[in-house]
Antibody, heavy 123, light 106 residues
Framework: QVLLQESGPGLVEPSETLSLMCTVS????????WTWFRQPPGGRLEWIGY????????????IFNPSLESRVTISADTSKNHVSLKLTSVTTADTAVYYC????????????WGQGTLVAVSS | DIQMTQSPSFLSASVGDRVTITCRAS??????LNWLQQKPGKAPELLIY???NLQTGVPSRFSGSRSGTDFILTISSLEPEDFATYYC?????????FGQGTKVEI
């Protein structure tokens, strides 16, 4: 069974950087796609982007939602088997539950989800 | 971006009912259409991928199909645990996009 657990601050101040970690167990992050989504309170799910972690090279392609591309970074760390999300210059519009999932790429599908973590942007 | 439109947005049903939810994409997405279920306060769960492939562990009362430009999620006989919000999602092109959701309630 693949388990994912998101962690990070529940409150971020406007203009600061939102940083979340997704710890994966039951699967290696190598040779898999890992995707981040978010969902504002009462709102629609939004795809943030994904990373394909090849594991053996420094080339780990990422693709992001154009609406967030200038502010978002997704990275992976095999030593800790986790995937990270950073979103810079946050505003109240970034308040949402953030989910990490396994799966991505052309025609892919998110088959395992973390429980999600609520991040509020507020001063 | 590919727009995904679901209908209906709300559906009132009873245990034992046959339920169908429709999703239409703004352009051809071939067969790259997934269905997810979300219960209040919980993460979404994958039900069906690639139009009609049942995810492991999902009950057989759930099925997916395609009719022309419409993608259809069918629940053959509604169970109490099926009252939830259902989303379609395309993975043909980035950004991946979702329908607005269909809330199935009593």
């Amino acid at each position: 069974q693949v388990l994912l657990q998101e962690s990070g601050p529940g409150l971020v101040e406007p203009s600061e950087t939102l940083s979340l970690m997704c710890t994966v167990s039951g699967a290696s992050i190598a040779s898999n796609y890992w995707t981040w989504f978010r969902q504002p309170p009462g709102g629609r799910l939004e795809w943030i982007g994904y990373i394909y972690y090849s594991g053996g090279t420094n080339h780990n392609p990422t693709i992001f939602n154009p609406s967030l591309e200038s502010r978002v970074t997704i990275s992976a760390d095999t030593s800790k088997n986790h995937v990270s999300l950073k979103l810079t210059s946050v505003t109240t519009a970034d308040t949402a539950v953030y989910y990490c999932t396994r799966g991505g790429g052309f025609g892919g599908y998110p088959d395992f989800w973390g429980q999600g973590t609520l991040v509020a942007v507020s001063s | 971006d590919i727009q995904m439109t679901q209908s209906p947005s709300f559906l009132s049903a009873s245990v034992g009912d046959r339920v169908t939810i429709t999703c239409r994409a703004s352009q051809n997405i071939i067969r790259y259409l997934n269905w997810l279920q979300q219960k209040p306060g919980k993460a979404p769960e994958l039900l069906i991928y690639g139009v009609s492939n049942l995810q492991t562990g999902v009950p057989s009362r759930f099925s997916g199909s395609r009719s022309g430009t419409d993608f259809i999620l069918t629940i053959s006989s509604l169970e109490p645990e099926d009252f939830a919000t259902y989303y379609c999602q395309q993975s043909y092109a980035t950004p991946w996009t979702f329908g607005q959701g269909t809330k199935v309630e009593i």
